[in-house]
């Protein structure tokens, strides 16, 4: 696609439901983050998938947060439980290889995000 | 402490103002240098990049990098109401996948 897609775009939930958050990178993309920003914390790195393996996952708060990608593509981040501290915009982000070059090819491209509140 | 410090602001300037938006960062390892402008309800987008050191331009922007006091810096001559959002400065290790975020400043640029 032309840009990152995410959905949905906003999701209220009750404490201790589960939730799923979708994103589409953009087509040939091998690199997909999920970051998490909360109001004045700026963007914390959640989870890194290079094709459809995760090599770091060490941003995850907890194991109620799990994430998957499928055909190199299509990625889902999963909270299970939700709890109001989850409340946030969750920002999912693509690039063409991991790494970084100066020829700026790597540059990670932001979806508008998924704002979750949770009551 | 967080990898990479930024003042949240708010910062109000009036229109033709220069602006300077400023970061520190504490992990010497870091190699490039960036800096994304988030529009509300809109995900970040980059607005300029440097490796290492120097000074970069690019039209009313201006990114500065001083390796030996691990300072950022961005600077916006003669300042538009379209300016008017958050800037977030972040950095990445060469060859590195993370790349670690400020907390972001709201600039308000005033007509």
């Known amino acids: 696609g032309a840009g990152v897609s995410q959905s949905p775009s906003n999701k209220v939930t009750e404490k201790g439901k589960d939730v799923e958050l979708r994103c589409d990178p953009i087509?040939?993309?091998?690199?997909l983050y999920w970051y998490r920003q909360s109001l004045g914390q700026g963007l914390e790195f959640l989870i890194y998938f290079q094709g459809n393996s995760a090599p770091d996952k060490s941003g995850l708060p907890s194991d109620r947060f799990s994430a998957e990608r499928t055909g190199g593509s299509v990625s889902t981040l999963t909270i299970q439980r939700t709890q109001q501290e989850d409340s946030a915009v969750y920002l999912c982000?693509?690039?063409?290889?991991?790494?970084?070059?100066?020829?700026?090819?790597?540059?990670?491209?932001f979806g508008a995000g998924s704002r979750l509140t949770v009551l | 402490q967080k990898e990479v410090e930024q003042d949240p602001g708010p910062l109000s300037v009036p229109e033709g103002a220069i602006v300077s938006l400023n970061c520190t960062y504490s992990?010497?390892?870091?190699?490039?240098f960036m800096w994304y402008r988030q529009y509300s309800r809109k995900g970040p987008e980059l607005l300029m990049y440097t490796y290492s050191s120097g000074n970069k331009e690019d039209g009313r922007f201006t990114a500065q990098v001083d390796k030996s006091s691990k300072y950022i810096s961005l600077f916006i001559r003669d300042s538009q109401p379209s300016d008017s959002a958050t800037y977030l400065c972040a950095a990445r290790v060469t060859g590195g996948f993370k790349t670690i975020f400020g907390a972001g400043t709201r600039l308000f640029v005033k007509a």
């Open positions: 087509s040939g993309h091998t690199a």
């Open positions: 992990n010497s390892a870091f190699q490039y």
């Open positions: 982000a693509s690039s063409l290889a991991p790494g970084f070059s100066d020829s700026g090819a790597n540059v990670l491209t």
